[in-house]
């Protein structure tokens, strides 16, 4: 199911104090897009994962259909799966492990987040095509140093529009959006397109984007944005 909630009247009204409009972009070349899709793996959207999203299994025919429409438009779609490696009974996201997952689940976490395992497959109801990219992580936002190939693959794809989409949207889609706006690339987080585990958490990462970070917007919406720059 997709959330049903969205970024208040009252923060609309802020920004628009602010800036003037509601929207960032009214054009996006879509030669110069990419659609990050973050974490939509068995680990996040399998029933009974150690790490499940349910509301994840409900944002996949958006994300489908966003991928189709921006592919059709000469832009470029990125799948980001999260694992880390081990050795000696530790994982290279120690801290995390110990720290931030239920101490009853941690070994189950960490096989299935086994580079190539089970859980880092992307998610049975996505349609991933010959052209499109799959890049591994291993923190929250993949634009953190060190954490991935992703910038090295925008810059070398000559990308400056980052669509996001994928779960968590209060973690890892908006640590990395938090990201790619402070390396100066325009970012829309693609509402419908993210899930989180709470309606709440999703709308607040929401209005915290939309506030100082990026855009927020439907499928449709970023969909005629894109359409425009080609019209």
């Not at 991935?148 to 908006?174: D, Y």
Request: hydrophobic share 35%; aromatic share 4%.
């Amino acid at each position: 199911m997709v959330h049903q909630v969205t970024v208040r009247q009252e923060i609309i009204d802020r920004v628009l104090a602010r800036r003037g409009r509601h929207h960032l972009y009214e054009t996006l070349d879509p030669a110069e897009t990419a659609f990050v899709v973050i974490d939509m793996q068995n680990m996040f959207c399998e029933p009974g994962a150690p790490a499940e999203v349910p509301a994840s299994r409900g944002i996949c025919e958006s994300i489908n259909r966003l991928c189709d429409e921006l592919r059709e438009m000469g832009g470029l779609v990125i799948w980001i799966t999260s694992a880390t490696t081990s050795a000696n009974g530790k994982s290279d996201w120690e801290h995390f492990i110990r720290n931030f997952v239920a101490e009853d689940i941690q070994e189950r976490t960490i096989e299935a987040l086994k580079p190539g395992g089970h859980g880092e497959q992307i998610w049975k109801d996505l349609e991933v095509r010959d052209n499109d990219l799959i890049v591994r992580k291993n923190r929250y936002s993949c634009l953190t140093p060190g954490s991935s190939m992703l910038q090295s693959v925008l810059s070398s794809q000559g990308i400056r529009n980052v669509l996001i989409g994928g779960t968590k949207t209060n973690i890892c889609c908006e640590s990395t959006g938090r990201d790619a706006m402070m390396l100066d690339y325009n970012v829309v987080m693609v509402e419908d397109c993210n899930a989180a585990l709470s309606d709440d958490e999703h709308r607040s990462a929401l209005e915290n984007v939309i506030q100082q970070f990026g855009d927020v917007m439907t499928v449709d919406e970023v969909t005629a944005v894109l359409r425009n720059r080609q019209n």
